[in-house]
């Protein structure tokens, strides 16, 4: 069974920056695309970055396109994402998550299993 942790959330202050970590275990992480999704208070869960198993295809949302890069190191289980200009409307639960083949062909991520347990930001005004 496959195991996400994330790491690297905290407070920042609007326009700071804070780089998210998510470490996979339990099987070929290499194998798959792998996304990041965030949650604010009150709000449903969505998708804010997702990148293909080779790194060569990436997509983001609108809403942080411009500020925020995804990246994978297959050889150590790990894929980041890189947040610059952060804004109070970016303050979310921030989650990752393994894509499986389906989700990524449709780009509809409602139906993904596995997923890590989350790691709070916070961007104060």
């Known amino acids: 069974q496959v195991q996400l942790v994330e790491s690297g959330g905290g407070l920042v202050q609007a326009g700071g920056s804070l780089r998210l970590s998510c470490a996979a275990s339990g099987r070929t992480f290499s194998s798959y695309a792998m996304g990041w999704f965030r949650q604010a208070p009150g709000k449903e869960r969505e998708f804010v970055a997702a990148?293909?198993?080779?790194?060569?295809?990436?997509y983001y949302a609108d809403s942080v396109k411009g500020r925020f890069t995804i990246s994978r190191d297959n050889a150590k289980n790990t894929v980041h994402l890189q947040m610059n200009s952060l804004k109070p409307e970016d303050t979310a639960v921030y989650y990752c998550?393994?894509?499986?083949?389906?989700?990524?062909?449709?780009?509809?991520?409602?139906?993904?299993?596995?997923w890590g347990q989350g790691t709070l930001v916070t961007v104060s005004s």
């Open positions: 990148i293909s198993w080779n790194s060569g295809t990436t």
């Open positions: 998550a393994e894509i499986d083949e389906s989700s990524w062909a449709t780009r509809d991520y409602r139906y993904l299993e596995v």
